[in-house]
């Protein structure tokens, strides 16, 4: 599809699949152009964008008007993006697989690490579908990232829902099948767990007006397990945890509880949000 404009524009949808495309723009185009653009003026839910594949042929440096191959808009809620090929693309958090947009970065000392895909809730692990395994999905992204950037660290978030034994966990909390369902980069040690992890001023769990006991338990159960168990590697480094942490508040003892958890496991390395 000649991309000049938006060549999909899905407002409200659910349940939509957009796969095998090749979305194009015109090398001379200055047009401010998009390939595919989710909005959710009331809700977009539960949509895939898979094995597409986005192409601006024109000289970035030159071609100021920029092509936008996913735009998410408004309420458009897990939508899973998921083997799509980009092709010079401006770089962004998005669109991080984009071999043509890393180049400038190869040699830039201060950029050590990808994270590449922020809180992948509605992604499943370890089951080998393609267009919902998260876990193959890194694999790809994170090999093709180091086919132009073997240097870099790469940061691999869980998913939502603990399988085993139905464990609360946080968007990008989820991976507790990392150890039987591991991700495999074909260069090794760059691998990064990175969970997201938050307590009751963010997260609302159904706590009432006490924190559970079994606190440790849920966090080995979902990611801290695989640092506990293996100790050196693969690496595990919280990539998000916070909260209003008032004091005297539940927050402010959830916060006190996992920061002594991470310390007393080796995992002061994070960022706090």
């Known amino acids: 599809m000649n991309c000049d404009i938006t060549c999909i524009d899905a407002n409200n949808i659910n349940q939509a699949i957009i796969m095998a495309n090749q979305f194009y723009k015109e090398p ?7 390939g595919v653009k989710i909005r959710g003026d ?7 964008i898979t094995n597409n594949v986005f192409v601006n042929p024109g000289d970035p440096k030159n071609n100021t008007a920029p092509f936008r191959a996913i735009v998410l808009q ?3 809620q897990h939508t899973l993006c998921q083997g799509n090929v980009f092709q010079r693309l401006p770089i962004s958090a998005e669109l991080a697989a984009n071999p043509d947009a890393k180049t400038p970065n190869r040699d ?11 809180e992948p809730h509605a992604a499943t692990w370890g089951d080998g579908i393609e267009s ?15 086919s132009v950037n073997p240097r870099l660290l790469l940061f691999v978030e869980g998913v939502w829902w603990n399988r085993k034994g139905n464990v609360w966990a946080n968007w990008g909390g989820a991976l507790d099948h990392a150890e039987e369902s591991p991700v495999n980069f074909n260069i090794p040690n760059k691998l990064v767990y990175s969970p997201h992890v938050y307590g009751p001023d963010v997260a609302h ?15 080995k159960a979902n990611w801290a397990h695989i640092k506990i168990n293996n100790r050196m590697n693969p690496a595990v480094v919280v990539g998000e945890w916070g ?24 995992m002061g390395d ?3 949000w």
């Open 108 to 118: 830039t000392w201060n950029v050590f690490a990808v994270d590449l895909t922020n």
């Open 74 to 76: 408004g309420n458009s």
């Open 28 to 34: 001379s185009s200055r047009a401010d152009s998009t």
């Open 243 to 266: 909260g209003k942490a008032e004091r005297g508040s539940l927050d402010y003892y959830w916060h006190d509880r996992l920061a002594s958890f991470l310390a007393d496991n080796d």
């Open 270 to 272: 994070n960022f706090y």
């Open 132 to 146: 919902t395994d998260w876990r193959l999905g890194a694999e790809r992204m994170g090999n093709e990232i180091h």
């Open 205 to 219: 769990p159904d706590w009432g007006n006490r924190l559970p006991g079994n606190l440790p338990d849920i966090w």
């Open 42 to 48: 009331n809700f977009s839910m539960f949509n895939i």
